[in-house]
Each structure stands twice: as structure tokens, then as C-alpha cells.
């Protein structure tokens, strides 16, 4: 059996690793997330399927809108959840060049 997850589940890809950057901030903010908006709509009257349905959507965009808009972006974010920094981007050569032709 190990040989088949070694074999068959062995592989990465762009969703792969935009999950494995954003699983550690997903793991912080999402219970903080899932109360604060329970806390409006526990109280509606609501069948209980139709609050889980409500709850969960709902937290799940608000989080990965905070991740995108918010904790990815900034340095000092990442490093608070515990993020690589992201490293600034140097100019490209083809960038230096153009600008050098122009003037």
C-alpha cells in the first residue's frame, strides 16, 4: 500500500502549492472567522442545514479574502502567520534594457 502512495500520489502542482502556502493563516483565522459570523446567524430562524450551509460559505470567502487580500500581500503579515517573506523583485534585464533604449 505504501508503495502505491509513493507511487500515484507523488506530484505537485500550482493548487497544491497555493494550499500549502495558505494552510498555515487558513489554520489561524478560521475559528475566529467561523464565531464572529455564527454569532449573526445562529440566531435567525433558520433550519440547521440551511445556518451550516450559510456558516460555512460564508466563512471560508471572508478567510480566503483576508488571506488574499490582506496577509499575502503584506511582509510583516506573513511573518506574523508565519510565512516566508516574500523577496522584493529586482528589475529585469529586459526591463533595464528597454529603459536605456528609451533615454
Known sequence: ????GQHNLNFNNKLLAYGNEALLPFYILHQTVILAVG??????D????????IISTTSFVIIMA???????????LRFLFGMRLKKKQQPSVEAASLEEAES
Not at 500500500?1 to 502505491?4: E, K, L, P
Not at 454569532?39 to 435567525?44: A, E, S, T
Open 1 to 4: 500500500m505504501c508503495v502505491f
Open 39 to 44: 454569532w449573526f446567524i445562529i440566531p435567525l
Open 46 to 53: 433558520l433550519s440547521i442545514l440551511l445556518k451550516l450551509l
Open 66 to 76: 483576508l488571506y488574499e487580500l490582506l496577509i499575502k500581500r503584506f511582509n510583516v
